[in-house]
């Protein structure tokens, strides 16, 4: 059982505080975007693109998430509504940053001219490690935990971060809680590591643009199943909002998976040339996965130059008893030539001497 109570700040500076919920945020940016610049490489996308578009897919992420969470708490602002748009920020709501960082990402690929189906392969691990690391923010606010449990890796919740189905005088504070977050960011650590390995090498099975179609249905579908243990969250119709949406990612996930594969779209494999990725005669994005057909056959790594195999030299006839045929003789052993001698030319006849008379 974890006792400890933490402290949402992580630093304070006379008047300015630094908050844990930030720290856990900024780490998963930067983990996100350095997974990121690797899987544009990988595929042979222009990875400066990161730069900028990351920034504008953040804010975006970052105003929709804001929004979900006052919705969904808004017990907690409805007597200070100034409280939503000054720090310290208590909260994210995952789906709401979803949606509107989604939108942001959307614009961007049309704006720039690229594929978001290959970009949506390239981005997908590093949602799962922005997740992953954001989480434990939710740790040090004391916030997103289930119903008390007597588990091993229950977690103390104080009276001031109780919701209001589980006050300190019917729940001591030696009460434990289901560690909601911890699920929730363990569940993404696995999910990075599955993407990663799904495109290390070139996957027949899958389809550009399946990566990001499995984590919409990985994210949606674990929480909408994590809801069931969640307390005092966002309803409609007395259905968690949570769950609307995750069911929502999941149905959007499974129709990206039907629509590749009806669009005949291209093997998802990256790319084993330094120019990049192969491009066909209509100039249309392409793959070239005939290369690692075959179990056994090396995969070459992004960057490797492919070395042409030296043509085979031509079978020598055979004949049924196993010996070489002769003009198999004839046609592999050189022909000797030899120089003409020079002819002797006409023979010389002796004169003949005439009697004397």
């Not at 856990?24 to 578009?53: C, D, H, K, P, S």
């Not at 929730?184 to 399946?210: C, F, K, M, N, Y």
Request: proline letters at 10%; aromatic letters at 12%; a positive charge.
């Amino acid at each position: 059982m974890i006792d400890w109570t933490p402290s949402s700040v992580a630093l304070q500076l006379g008047p300015l505080s630094l908050y844990w919920y930030g720290i856990a945020y900024a780490v998963g940016l930067a983990a996100a975007y350095w997974i990121m610049v690797r899987q544009a490489r990988r595929f042979g996308e222009n990875a400066e693109l990161l730069g900028t578009g990351l920034i504008i897919v953040a804010i975006a992420a970052l105003i929709g998430g804001r929004l979900y969470h006052v919705i969904d708490q808004w017990q907690l602002y409805a007597n200070d509504p100034l409280k939503i748009v000054l720090p310290p920020y208590s909260g994210l709501g995952v789906f709401g940053g979803f949606v509107t960082g989604g939108i942001a990402f959307l614009y961007l690929a049309r704006r720039w001219k690229v594929s978001a189906w290959r970009w949506a392969d390239i981005v997908a691990p590093g949602l799962f490690a922005m997740q992953a690391a954001g989480r434990w923010g939710n740790f040090f606010n004391q916030e997103l935990y289930g119903p008390p449990t007597n588990l091993p890796w229950g977690i103390a919740i104080d009276c001031a971060h109780r919701v209001v189905e589980y006050p300190c005088a019917t729940y001591p504070l030696a009460t434990h809680f289901h560690p909601l977050f911890l699920y929730e960011s363990t569940s993404a650590l696995i999910g990075v590591a599955t993407l990663l390995w799904l495109s290390s090498r070139p996957r027949p099975q899958l389809r550009v643009g399946d990566l990001g179609a499995i984590a919409l249905i990985w994210i949606g579908g674990f929480r909408f199943l994590l809801e069931f243990l969640r307390i005092g969250n966002w309803r409609l119709a007395d259905i968690p909002t949570a769950q609307i949406f995750g069911a929502g990612f999941v149905i959007v996930g499974i129709a990206m998976l039907w629509l590749r594969r009806r669009q005949g779209a291209p093997t998802l494999a990256p790319v084993a040339t330094p120019e990049g990725r192969p491009i066909g005669e209509d100039d249309a994005d392409m793959y070239d996965v005939e290369t690692y057909e075959g179990e056994g056959d090396a995969v070459p790594e992004a960057g490797a130059m492919a070395i042409p195999a030296a043509e085979p030299a031509p079978a020598t006839p055979v004949r049924k008893g196993g010996t070489p045929s002769p003009r198999a003789k004839r046609t592999t052993t050189p022909k000797r030539t030899t120089t003409p001698k020079a002819s002797p030319g006409p023979k010389r006849t002796p004169p003949t001497k005439k009697p004397r008379p």
